[in-house]
């Protein structure tokens, strides 16, 4: 894992934005792997300027977003379907037809999430993917004590999950209890991955996640045995490890 240190949520939305734009600008094809969450939005403002700027086009960009909460559309405001239209793709020249999303409306949600898993499969897997990081070290909505051998599946959000969701939500009893994710072995075979965090709020668990076992309880600890991993964290989150003594940054 490489891991790189900058100094706030600018620098961070600004690097990663730019790795993006690299590997979208030098494809021929290309499918790339998107997150939600507050993480994101300065990423995703980063590339709407650039496209704005220098016409980056996405025309033969194919995206999959790592999780949907179940029982919410893509109409629904608080849908992952809903935030990256606003927040991305609305923005830029990405044919509709290139968006996958799951589908927490399907009537089938395991037929859902083994269709989801083939899409995947079928378009060549994800090239490279943007990972947020949960508080309790989740990844997608893979909650602690998900098994590493996981595929698309459908999960139960822990209740710290759904208390720091919330406050999309007008009240704590609205935020779904259950959602479709990515699963962790399918997050692991993604060639490449970025891992964002901001704030101290992540700084516990990205010191968790770097200096910590591999161990499911953590699910982001799996990412060591990645082969091509970067963590981009600001100042703030890499606070816990940074305090640590001996602590190497390997990238800066
Ligand atoms: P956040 O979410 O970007 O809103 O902190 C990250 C996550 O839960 O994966």
């Known amino acids: 894992m490489k891991v790189i240190e900058v100094p706030d949520y600018t620098e961070l939305s600004k690097r990663a934005a730019e790795i993006i734009n690299d590997r979208v600008q030098s494809a021929r094809a290309f499918n790339l792997g998107l997150a939600t969450g507050a993480t994101m939005l300065g990423v995703y ?17 194919y995206t999959f977003n790592l999780d949907e909460y179940v ?14 239209n606003k927040n991305l793709f609305h923005h830029l020249d990405i044919p509709e037809d290139h968006i996958y999303i799951p589908d927490g409306t399907a009537e089938n949600l395991e037929e859902e999430c083994l269709e989801y898993e083939s ?10 993917q943007l990972l947020g990081i949960g508080r309790n070290g989740h990844i997608g909505f893979n909650e602690p004590g998900t098994s590493f051998q996981s595929r698309t599946h ?6 710290s999950t759904r208390m720091a969701n919330a406050r999309y939500f007008k009240d704590l009893s609205d935020v779904p209890t259950h959602a479709i994710t990515m699963g962790i072995a399918t997050i692991m075979e993604c060639k490449q991955i970025v891992l964002l965090a901001s704030g101290v709020e992540k700084a516990e ?23 091509d991993v970067t963590i981009i964290a600001d100042s703030e989150a890499l606070k816990v490890t940074k305090e640590r003594e001996g602590f190497i940054l390997y990238d800066q």
């Open 154 to 159: 459908v999960v139960e959000l822990d209740k």
């Open 119 to 128: 899409n995947i499969q079928r378009m060549g897997g994800i090239d490279l």
């Open 45 to 61: 403002r980063h590339l709407i300027k650039d496209f704005l700027e220098n016409g980056t086009s996405y025309r033969h960009v």
């Open 205 to 227: 668990v990205l010191d968790s996640l770097i200096h910590g076992e591999i161990d499911e309880s953590i699910p982001a600890s799996v990412l060591k045995r990645h082969a």
């Open 71 to 84: 029982g919410l559309g893509r109409e629904h405001p608080n849908s992952y379907h809903y935030y990256m």
